[in-house]
C-alpha cells in the first residue's frame, strides 16, 4: 500500500508541471486550431467522425507539448507564438500523413504539385484536402518552406519503401525496423525544422531517437490491428515479449545518454515531457506477457490479448507503476 501511494504521489508530482502546458495547449489548439476542423467538418462529415476528431484533437494537443515545449528545452527557449501556431497546425495535420500515403496519385506531377504546395493544387479525398489546408497555413509561418517541403517528401519517401519492407512476409526482422523507424525519425525532424534546432548535431540525434521510439511505441499499441492488415513490424514478428521489453528498454536508456550533455534541468523537464508518453508503452507489455509463455506467436492471440485499452482503470494503475519505475 504505502509502495502504491509513494507511486502515485510520484506521478502526480510529475505531472503537475506538465499539466500547464497541456492545458495552455488545449485553449490555443480550441482558438486556433478547431476553427479549420470546424469547417472543413461541416463540408465532409462522413469523413469527420467523432473518433475522427477526437484523433485530431489528441495530436493537436498532445504533441505540441512532447514535441514543442519538449524540444524547445534541446535549445534552452520557450516556444514563440508563431512556433506555437506552426507546430499546433503540422501536429494536427500528422495523422493525416498516414491516410495520405494510401492514396494512389495518377503522375508523379501530381505528387510534386502536392508537397511544392502549390496554391491551385485540388486535392481529391476529404482528409487530403484537410492536409492541404494545414500544409497551406503552415507555409507562410516557416522561416526555411523549401527545407521542410524537402522533408515533407522524404517522410513520404521513407513511408513507401516502409510499405514495400514491411508486406513482406520474407523481410527480416532488423530490416522491418530500420524501415519503420526511419519514417517517423524524419517526422520528427520536421517538429525540429519548426523549432531551427536541425543544425545543432545533438539536438538532431536526440529528436531522431524520439522518432525512433514514438514508432516502437505505435508498433506495440498497434499489433492487432498490423498483424490483420498485413502489416509486418518488430511487434508482429516479435518471439519474445521480455526481449521485445527489454529492446524498448535499450532504446529509451539511448534517449537519456544522449541528453547527458544537457543542461540538468533542461534534461530532467525534457525527460519527463517524454516519458510522460513513453511509460505507457510498458503497460501495453506487461498485459503482452500476462497472455503469454516464454515463447510468442501472434496468430495464437486474441483481440483481448493485443489491445491495450488505456481508459481501463486497472492500465491507469499500471501506467503509474510503470511511471514511478523510471
Given at each position: 500500500m504505502r509502495k502504491s501511494l509513494i507511486a502515485y504521489c510520484r506521478f502526480f508530482a510529475h505531472l503537475l508541471p506538465l499539466s500547464g502546458p497541456l492545458v495552455q495547449q488545449y485553449f490555443f489548439y480550441i482558438k486556433n486550431i478547431k476553427p479549420i476542423i470546424k469547417k472543413w467538418s461541416a463540408r465532409f462529415p462522413e469523413s469527420s467522425s467523432k473518433k475522427e476528431l477526437k484523433r485530431l484533437l489528441f495530436f493537436g494537443v498532445f504533441i505540441p507539448v512532447m514535441q514543442g515545449n519538449g524540444f524547445a528545452l534541446l535549445r534552452g527557449e520557450k516556444m514563440n507564438r508563431k512556433e506555437r501556431l506552426t507546430m499546433s497546425l503540422f501536429a494536427t495535420a500528422t495523422p493525416l500523413f498516414d491516410d495520405f500515403f494510401d492514396e494512389n496519385f495518377s503522375s508523379p506531377e501530381e505528387l510534386e504539385a502536392f508537397f511544392q504546395l502549390r496554391e491551385n493544387y485540388q486535392p481529391k479525398h476529404p482528409k487530403s484536402i484537410l492536409l492541404f489546408e494545414l500544409l497551406l497555413a503552415i507555409k507562410p509561418l516557416l522561416a526555411h518552406p523549401e527545407t521542410f517541403v524537402d522533408l515533407a517528401y522524404q517522410v513520404y519517401q521513407a513511408q513507401q519503401h516502409a510499405v514495400k519492407i514491411q508486406s513482406d512476409p520474407n523481410s527480416d526482422t532488423n530490416s522491418i525496423f530500420i524501415a519503420s523507424m526511419d519514417k517517423c525519425e524524419k517526422s520528427c525532424l520536421l517538429f525540429g525544422e519548426i523549432l531551427n534546432l536541425l543544425d545543432e548535431a545533438q539536438a538532431k540525434l536526440i529528436i531522431l531517437q524520439c522518432g525512433l521510439l514514438i514508432q516502437f511505441t505505435d508498433d506495440i499499441f498497434d499489433m492487432w490491428m498490423d498483424y490483420h492488415s498485413g502489416i509486418y513490424t518488430i511487434a508482429t514478428k516479435a518471439t519474445s515479449i521480455a526481449t521485445l521489453e527489454q529492446h524498448y528498454l535499450l532504446e529509451w536508456e539511448k534517449l537519456k545518454q544522449l541528453c547527458q550533455?544537457?543542461?540538468?534541468?533542461?534534461?530532467?523537464?525534457?525527460?519527463?515531457?517524454?516519458?510522460?508518453?513513453?511509460?505507457?508503452?510498458?503497460?501495453?507489455?506487461?498485459?503482452?506477457?500476462?497472455?503469454?509463455t516464454n515463447h510468442f506467436e501472434i496468430k495464437n492471440h486474441?483481440?483481448?490479448?493485443?489491445?491495450?485499452?488505456?481508459?481501463?482503470?486497472?492500465?491507469?494503475?499500471?501506467?503509474?507503476?510503470?511511471?514511478?519505475?523510471?
Open positions: 550533455s544537457l543542461p540538468e534541468k533542461n534534461r530532467k523537464r525534457f525527460l519527463d515531457f517524454q516519458w510522460f508518453f513513453f511509460s505507457r508503452t510498458f503497460v501495453a507489455l506487461e498485459q503482452l506477457k500476462n497472455t503469454t486474441s483481440r483481448n490479448d493485443l489491445v491495450c485499452d488505456m481508459a481501463k482503470v486497472r492500465n491507469f494503475h499500471r501506467w503509474v507503476k510503470a511511471f514511478s519505475n523510471n
